[in-house]
T-cell receptor, first 113, second 113 residues
Framework: DAKTTQPNSMESNEEEPVHLPCNHSTISGTDYIHWYRQLPSQGPEYVIHGLTSNVNNRMASLAIAEDRKSSTLILHRATLRDAAVYYCILRDVPRSGNTPLVFGKGTRLSVIA | DTGVSQDPRHKITKRGQNVTFRCDPISEHNRLYWYRQTLGQGPEFLTYFQNEAQLEKSRLLSDRFSAERPKGSFSTLEIQRTEQGDSAMYLC???????????FGPGTRLTVL
């Protein structure tokens, strides 16, 4: 799986939007972009994933650059419960299926009340 | 609660002792994964099963580690002759065969004194 680069940490005020960036310049045509997050003292949880088009779900939105070399996870209104480590992961799903996830260090998001 | 469960949640042991962890996946999930996470790092893949078959083992899984999933339901991870370097959070995840999302348990935190 291709490598991703994320900032080590970010800070946001409560109830403001948060844009978490991820660079993946070596992404291949069949790599899906996945985001997981890990709340304190818990296992990771799935947030969202996409291939080319922007994606929305109840948790977040995923904006994918036209060249697919970067993407942004958007939390529309950060709450204190969104404080977590956010991981951006590439997976070649068509070729590899549901194989193990390869985590980097992620971005630690702090939310200030 | 129908999520992934792990037991125990915490384990403290002395160096040289054997420990065993259990993971109960979500019912009817074919795939089960074990990961290890040390402080400040993302989870690292150890091994995974499809039903009762162990499909892949990471190089991180030394000879002292063994995992089983005898009936394709729960799984156990055993560490023999524990070392201080084995201190970590051990995470279990499960997924259905044809979806990309993995569902994680809360983890077992191992401390080797």
């Amino acid at each position: 799986d291709a490598k991703t680069t994320q900032p080590n940490s970010m800070e946001s005020n409560e109830e403001e939007p948060v844009h978490l960036p991820c660079n993946h310049s070596t992404i291949s045509g069949t790599d899906y972009i996945h985001w997981y997050r890990q709340l304190p003292s818990q296992g990771p949880e799935y947030v969202i994933h996409g291939l080319t088009s922007n994606v929305n779900n109840r948790m977040a939105s995923l904006a994918i650059a036209e060249d697919r070399k970067s993407s942004t996870l958007i939390l529309h209104r950060a709450t204190l419960r969104d404080a977590a480590v956010y991981y951006c992961i590439l997976r070649d799903v068509p070729r590899s299926g549901n194989t193990p996830l390869v985590f980097g260090k992620g971005t630690r998001l702090s939310v200030i009340a | 609660d129908t999520g992934v469960s792990q037991d125990p949640r915490h384990k403290i042991t002395k160096r040289g002792q054997n420990v065993t962890f259990r993971c109960d996946p979500i019912s009817e999930h074919n795939r089960l994964y074990w990961y290890r996470q040390t402080l400040g790092q993302g989870p690292e893949f150890l091994t995974y099963f499809q039903n009762e078959a162990q499909l892949e083992k990471s190089r991180l899984l030394s000879d002292r580690f063994s995992a089983e999933r005898p009936k394709g339901s729960f799984s156990t991870l055993e560490i023999q002759r524990t070392e201080q370097g084995d201190s970590a959070m051990y995470l279990c995840a499960s997924s259905p065969l044809r979806t990309v999302t993995q569902y994680f348990g809360p983890g077992t935190r191992l401390t080797v004194l």
